[in-house]
């Protein structure tokens, strides 16, 4: 083997692991600030950054749902860019199924309600940085539009465990076929950095909760 190709098979080992991902993996070409000028008059205004009224507003939703589970508040609405209308909305339901994080409930409920289309017109607002999984899934369904309160690290810090994958650095490693408008992180964090340290303590107290408990 050559050097050149062993070197290439080396950075494809690293990409699929993790390792090296913030070399291998560029973030989107589109700039956030850029972006986050680009939300519809529904969701957001062009003065609208990591503390505009619209994203802020959508996210309160996002946090009334994770609200419904305290030990694990991870809550998502999907919200019509343009016209700001609530099409689903979900919290983390994992103790029924390790798939039913709180963006893929949050999916789920926007396909029975709309059909598995119109993901285009779509903003996804999520108390929790999306993982490799979650982030997965917007990609397969081309919601280009995702804005989350607490990131990866800081929700790591609570004692929660997380695959080292940025929701950036999946999303730009789906670029063949994935482009996102807006990928945000920051809206409402003080809030829910909160609400995670707060779970963590509930779970703390109460290692084995009772089954009723996930909403
Ligand atoms: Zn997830």
Redesign the pocket.
Known sequence: MDSGRRRFLGRCTAVMTGVAAPFALPRPALPESHAATDVGAGASTATDQRTGTGHERFMRLAVEQARRNPRWP?GAVIVHTRTGDVLGSGVNTGADSPLL????VAMNDYVRRHGNQGWADTTLYTT?E??????SAMAWANLRRVVWASSIDEIRRTGVIQIALSAREVAAAARSFYTPELLLGGVLADHTDHLFQQAQRLRERHPEAPRAEVS
């Open positions: 991870f994080h709180g963006e893929v929790g999306p993982c490799s999984m979650c982030m």
